[in-house]
Each structure stands twice: as C-alpha cells, then as structure tokens.
C-alpha cells in the first residue's frame, strides 16, 4: 500500500511528547505566541497534534482552535489543555484540514501551520485543497503562518539507527527508538520508519512500527501555491525572531495574507 501523509501519525500519539520532550526541542513556541498576541482575534492550528503550540497559544490568545486528524494525538493535547486550566478558551476538534469543518463560522483572524505539517500533504492536490479550504475560513486581512522544514531532503538515509532511550510512561517502562530514513527522490519524499520498542517486562518486549512522510517544498515553491490561492505574501523569515529568510536559513517560515 501507498504511505499517504497522514499514515503513521495515529501509531506515534503514544510517543510523540515521549521523544519531542528528549530532542533538542523546537524554538518556535514563543513566535507563534508572539504572533498571536499582536494578531488578537481568533486562531487556528492546523494539526495542532499533542497541543505543544496549541496551549501556549491559547494563553495569549481570545479563542483557539485546534485542528487534527489523529483521535489519539486530541486525547493528549486535551489533557494538555487541562492540565494548564485553558479548556474555556479553546475547542479542539478530529477533522481532516483539506476539507476544514467550519463553514458559516466567525472567520479566523489567524491561521498557523507550523513546523512541517504542510510537509505532510504528500499529494498536490491535498495541499491545493487545504489551502483553498484556509482561504474560505479566513477574511481580507487574516494572516496565516506557514513553517516549512528545510533539511528534510538532506537527511542522510540510514537503517535501524538507535536514535533515543529512556523511561516512558507513569510505569517508567524502558523504551527505544530504532529509526530508518529513506529518501524517494522520484516523489520528493523523506520516509522516516519508526520502530519503538516498549519494554513489558525483563523478558518481554512490544514492538509498535510505523512510518512518517514528508514531502520536500521549497520556499517559492509554496509561494508560488498561496498566490495562487488568493493570499499575498506579508514575510518570508529565515529564523524565529523575525530576520529575513535566505537559502542558507535554517528556518523557513512565510507570513501571507488574504486578499
């Protein structure tokens, strides 16, 4: 069978705040935030996942609302949201974001897509849909934040490579992460094939595999695609604090606006 974009990401729920909570972590937190808070308004997040932008957001925010496919990755980011006493100013919602279920709703002043979850549209014609689909929740002048990943062609493939361990879990179960890397140059695609495994006991083992796609774009090339959907570019950076982007960047994040 084919991987589509959305494969794989209902499997690593389980371990998704396990292995982003022992790597070094993303810089972007503070930049949605800020951004938020000089928008005002409305916000939502496309594959808001586990809540790791979403709640942080939600603080700064009027109304946020997440958006995601995965029923497992809700769970968590509901207890997130609990957990930081914000369910009264955020709804979160099991929806797919090519097709966003919000029509005859108050228009977002604030959309944000971050760290790869464009990436993860393997098909061209998903990401058209889920932009024409932002473009009809939006209004004149609403921003949408888009943050590509800009290395993930350069991975270096590799097989079964032990990339992390630890204890996971309230039990504190040992658990590992074997990791393969592939890349389909035909596609554009960078495959990432995990592997974790879960200790049950001293002599037991469950082993729980997947795999992740993204799908390689560049910064005029998405440009090239939000033009032709109605928006206008604001910004394009090339770190969080707001420098401008070149092709040495390691970050890539567009600013666009509805027409």
């Given at each position: 069978m084919a991987i589509e974009g959305w494969h794989g990401w209902e499997e690593y729920s389980p371990f998704y705040d396990w292995e982003n909570s022992r790597?070094?972590?993303?810089?972007?937190?503070?930049?949605?935030?800020?951004?938020?808070?000089?928008?005002?308004?409305?916000?939502?997040?496309?594959?808001?996942?586990?809540?790791?932008?979403?709640?942080?957001?939600?603080?700064?925010?009027?109304?946020?609302?997440?958006?995601?496919?995965?029923?497992?990755m809700l769970e968590r980011a509901r207890r997130r949201f609990r957990r930081a006493k914000l369910m009264h100013s955020a709804k979160l919602v099991q929806g797919d974001i090519r097709s966003l279920p919000f029509a005859g709703s108050k228009p977002f002043d604030l959309?944000?897509?971050?760290?790869?979850?464009?990436?993860?549209?393997?098909?061209?014609?998903?990401?058209?849909?889920?932009?024409?689909?932002?473009?009809?929740?939006?209004?004149?002048?609403?921003?949408?934040?888009?943050?590509?990943?800009?290395?993930v062609p350069r991975w270096s493939e590799y097989r079964r490579?032990?990339?992390?361990?630890?204890?996971?879990?309230?039990?504190?179960?040992?658990?590992?992460?074997?990791?393969s890397v592939r890349q389909d140059r035909r596609r554009k695609l960078t495959i990432f094939d995990q592997e974790y495994l879960e200790a049950k006991s001293k002599t037991s083992k469950k082993t729980h595999r997947f795999s992740l796609a993204f799908r390689t774009l560049s910064i005029p090339q998405m440009v090239r695609r939000v033009e032709r959907v109605g928006f206008q570019i604001e910004k394009v950076l090339g770190d969080y604090q707001g420098r401008p982007w070149d092709t040495r960047s390691d970050v890539w994040v567009i600013i666009v606006s509805r027409k």
């Open positions: 790597t070094l972590g993303r810089r972007d937190v503070t930049f949605w935030q800020r951004m938020a808070a000089r928008v005002g308004g409305t916000v939502l997040e496309l594959g808001c996942g586990t809540g790791r932008v979403s709640v942080p957001v939600a603080k700064v925010s009027n109304h946020l609302v997440g958006i995601d496919r995965s029923a497992g959309v944000i897509a971050p760290y790869g979850v464009l990436q993860s549209l393997i098909r061209e014609a998903d990401l058209t849909a889920t932009l024409l689909s932002v473009a009809s929740v939006t209004r004149p002048g609403s921003l949408v934040g888009i943050d590509l990943v800009p290395d490579r032990v990339s992390l361990k630890g204890r996971w879990g309230r039990s504190g179960k040992k658990l590992t992460l074997i990791e």
